[in-house]
């Protein structure tokens, strides 16, 4: 792999290996709305914000941190105004002082901050307006849920970003370099010291999640379900650990994740299950590094095709990627860790997304379910032939179809599940 490729990878993994407080559209809008109020200046007395659909369905049903069980669009927003921290980005309301508790409460059941559906062809996107008797701020967010590319104060822009043709979503760096083999390269050679502080976080943030989740009491309680209802080996322990950190996130549990393709469920589906996997092996630290090195730039290959929100759940996208990378982990070759990606794709890809909840977790299960199997198959080896269903000649070619499926098949689903949800 040249130096070029070689840093063009590195920096994916940087850009995508992101740390968040709660579930990262409602953190969106809330940073959002507490960069506004610092535009403003001051505390609004009216506030609109207009969100497209895929946000609405990520931010209605989710449980905002640090509010004591407030929950959607108008609680994040409100948070973030109130008690927000816009230098914070994905983590501005890591910190929300109790002395703004009761106001964001109040806010909420009143008329204070009102909610638009955003009439946009781009699927992350959030305008935060905020006004105070004469004075306005607005700032928009586009493609990536810290991309601010807008800000304007009382009618006067005073930043606005051009986008650029050379950067993925117009921020990050072009992923049309990712393909299955060079990955497996990358997580063979990569020096490891050049990302390790950033697998080290993914390992010591998403594992303690999942532990709460195990502990507390969250959502349904699916990872504890599992635990004590199903047989006590290693599948049952990958999947309870990773929902169990779903569940947690989902529900309100303020410690902080480390993403992938700005989602912290995906985040957690990637390295979950590894981490799990390579503690009931005992597999030394750095093919556990490497492993997880092949299923984060996995996933962020297959949601490249996909989209950052679709109504295609990433979960899939991350689980398959989880799957192929304990392929790897146990020693399987090249052909086998494609074979598991074909055989999950194959299986579970009709998975919808209908929103950010506690329910994710029951989803990641579901998705590792697929993907566990799709393992087994490889490593037995065997794998579903190509061009039966949505299968292809080759795994790019199979990758390239479910993009296509997620991106374009499902545009009419994503509308009719939004309908659904916000009884249209």
Same mark, same amino acid.
């Given at each position: 792999?040249?130096?070029?490729?070689?840093?063009?990878?590195?920096?994916?993994?940087?850009?995508?290996?992101?740390?968040?407080?709660?579930?990262?559209?409602?953190?969106?809008?809330?940073?959002? @709305?507490?960069?506004?109020?610092?535009?403003?200046?001051?505390?609004?007395?009216?506030?609109?914000?207009?969100?497209?659909?895929?946000?609405?369905?990520?931010?209605?049903?989710?449980?905002?941190?640090?509010?004591?069980?407030?929950?959607?669009?108008?609680?994040?927003?409100?948070?973030?105004?109130?008690?927000?921290?816009?230098?914070?980005?994905?983590?501005?309301?890591?910190?929300?002082?109790?002395?703004?508790?009761?106001?964001?409460?109040?806010?909420?059941?009143?008329?204070?901050?009102?909610?638009?559906?955003?009439?946009?062809?781009?699927?992350?996107?959030?305008?935060?307006?905020?006004?105070?008797?004469?004075?306005?701020?607005?700032?928009?967010?586009?493609?990536?849920?810290?991309?601010?590319?807008?800000?304007?104060?009382?009618?006067?822009?005073?930043?606005?970003?051009?986008?650029?043709?050379?950067?993925?979503? @117009?921020?990050?760096?072009?992923?049309?370099?990712?393909?299955?083999?060079?990955?497996?390269?990358?997580?063979?050679?990569?020096?490891?010291?050049?990302?390790?502080?950033?697998?080290?976080?993914?390992?010591?943030?998403?594992?303690?999640?999942?532990?709460?989740?195990?502990?507390?009491?969250?959502?349904?309680?699916?990872?504890?379900?599992?635990?004590?209802?199903?047989?006590?080996?290693?599948?049952?322990?990958?999947?309870?650990?990773?929902?169990?950190?779903?569940?947690?996130?989902?529900?309100?549990?303020?410690?902080?994740?480390?993403?992938?393709?700005?989602?912290?469920?995906?985040?957690?589906?990637?390295?979950?299950?590894?981490?799990?996997?390579?503690?009931?092996?005992?597999?030394?630290?750095?093919?556990?590094?490497?492993?997880?090195?092949?299923?984060?730039?996995?996933?962020?290959?297959?949601?490249?095709?996909?989209?950052?929100?679709?109504?295609?759940?990433?979960?899939?996208?991350?689980?398959?990627?989880?799957?192929?990378?304990?392929?790897?982990?146990?020693?399987?070759?090249?052909?086998?860790?494609?074979?598991?990606?074909?055989?999950?794709?194959?299986?579970?890809?009709?998975?919808?997304?209908?929103?950010?909840?506690?329910?994710?977790?029951?989803?990641?299960?579901?998705?590792?379910?697929?993907?566990?199997?799709?393992?087994?198959?490889?490593?037995?080896?065997?794998?579903?032939?190509?061009?039966?269903?949505?299968?292809?000649?080759?795994?790019?070619?199979?990758?390239?179809?479910?993009?296509?499926?997620?991106?374009?098949?499902?545009?009419?689903?994503?509308?009719?599940?939004?309908?659904?949800?916000?009884?249209?």
């Amino acid at each position: 792999m040249d130096k070029a490729l070689y840093d063009n990878y590195v920096q994916i993994l940087k850009e995508e290996l992101v740390v968040a407080m709660g579930c990262t559209e409602p953190i969106a809008i809330a940073y959002a @709305g507490a960069k506004a109020r610092e535009v403003l200046g001051q505390k609004p007395e009216k506030v609109i914000v207009k969100c497209s659909g895929n946000i609405i369905k990520n931010a209605k049903c989710v449980t905002v941190p640090n509010t004591n069980g407030l929950i959607g669009i108008g609680a994040s927003a409100i948070t973030g105004i109130l008690a927000g921290d816009a230098s914070k980005e994905l983590e501005s309301i890591s910190f929300v002082d109790n002395k703004y508790l009761d106001e964001i409460a109040s806010l909420v059941d009143s008329d204070y901050c009102k909610v638009c559906l955003l009439d946009t062809p781009i699927s992350l996107h959030i305008v935060m307006e905020v006004y105070c008797g004469d004075d306005s701020a607005i700032v928009e967010i586009k493609q990536a849920h810290t991309n601010i590319t807008k800000i304007v104060k009382n009618n006067q822009v005073l930043f606005q970003q051009e986008e650029s043709e050379n950067k993925y979503l @117009g921020v990050f760096v072009d992923r049309s370099v990712l393909n299955v083999k060079d990955i497996y390269d990358f997580a063979n050679n990569v020096n490891i010291d050049d990302i390790k502080h950033l697998l080290d976080s993914q390992i010591e943030k998403n594992l303690a999640i999942a532990k709460e989740g195990l502990k507390g009491t969250y959502g349904l309680g699916i990872g504890k379900v599992l635990l004590n209802s199903y047989s006590d080996d290693i599948i049952t322990k990958i999947k309870a650990h990773a929902a169990a950190a779903s569940e947690a996130r989902m529900s309100g549990s303020p410690m902080p994740v480390v993403t992938n393709s700005g989602s912290g469920n995906q985040g957690m589906t990637v390295s979950v299950p590894l981490i799990v996997y390579a503690q009931e092996k005992n597999i030394e630290k750095e093919k556990l590094y490497r492993a997880l090195v092949l299923s984060n730039l996995l996933a962020i290959h297959q949601k490249t095709l996909i989209g950052r929100l679709s109504a295609f759940c990433g979960v899939v996208s991350a689980a398959c990627a989880s799957g192929a990378a304990i392929t790897y982990l146990a020693g399987g070759s090249l052909k086998q860790i494609e074979d598991t990606i074909t055989n999950t794709l194959a299986n579970v890809s009709g998975i919808v997304c209908d929103g950010a909840k506690p329910a994710c977790g029951a989803k990641i299960t579901s998705s590792l379910d697929g993907a566990l199997m799709g393992h087994y198959l490889a490593m037995a080896g065997q794998a579903y032939k190509p061009n039966t269903g949505i299968l292809k000649d080759n795994v790019e070619q199979t990758i390239n179809a479910i993009g296509r499926l997620g991106k374009d098949g499902m545009k009419q689903t994503d509308i009719e599940i939004l309908n659904i949800m916000i009884d249209k």
